[in-house]
């Protein structure tokens, strides 16, 4: 229930596109987003960083395509986040003890060190070539085909990306113990 709620602004402008068009796509994502953190913050009087960080994104670069009736702009903001990500996991990498990744999911999973700093990076490349791939398609397609890139490309090159790490990470699993 959680990944729907998260994905609630893409699947909204993937449908606000379809009816409308860009703009109203726009300004359905900014929405959408707005009221996704507004519902967070009544329910648990908090929001994740990720969440306000992709709220600022979307109000900025949302708000100067509406403003400067620039799709430009909007198509960019998937490959701002993703290079945001990208430095937060590189960032922890260099200048934490603990990475992002071992902060989001040590309470989870046990992994040596080495382990957490190798899946860390695979993460923040990750992030950092997502970014590139969406510049790739903005300058290359038309926003029709970026748009459903931004749905299905993205998401789908992102759900790919976690079966890798998962089929990774099952070498570092304990083995489960036979029932007596």
């Not at 998260?6 to 009221?35: E, N, Q, R």
């Not at 790490?165 to 113990?177: D, G, V």
Request: hydrophobic share 55%; proline share 4%.
């Amino acid at each position: 229930m959680k990944l729907l709620f998260d994905f609630f602004p893409i699947f909204l402008f993937f449908i606000a596109y379809k009816v409308s068009g860009i703009y109203a796509a726009t300004l359905a994502a900014i929405v959408a987003t707005v009221v996704q953190v507004g519902i967070t913050w009544f329910k648990t009087r908090k929001v994740e960083p990720m969440h306000l960080v992709s709220l600022a994104i979307i109000v900025v670069f949302g708000g100067a395509t509406l403003f400067l009736k620039d799709e430009l702009f909007i198509k960019w903001k998937p490959t701002v986040l993703n290079w945001l990500f990208g430095i937060a996991f590189l960032a922890s990498q260099l200048f934490s003890e603990r990475t992002l990744i071992e902060r989001m999911l040590g309470n989870q999973i046990e992994l040596p060190g080495s382990v957490w700093r190798r899946l860390n990076l695979s993460w923040a490349f990750f992030f950092v070539i997502l970014g590139g791939v969406n510049l790739f398609v903005i300058y290359n397609f038309n926003t029709e085909i970026w748009v459903n890139f931004k749905l299905f490309g993205l998401l789908g090159l992102t759900f790919l990306f976690v079966v890798v790490q998962s089929i990774y990470l099952s070498r570092f699993l304990p083995e489960p113990k036979p029932e007596e």
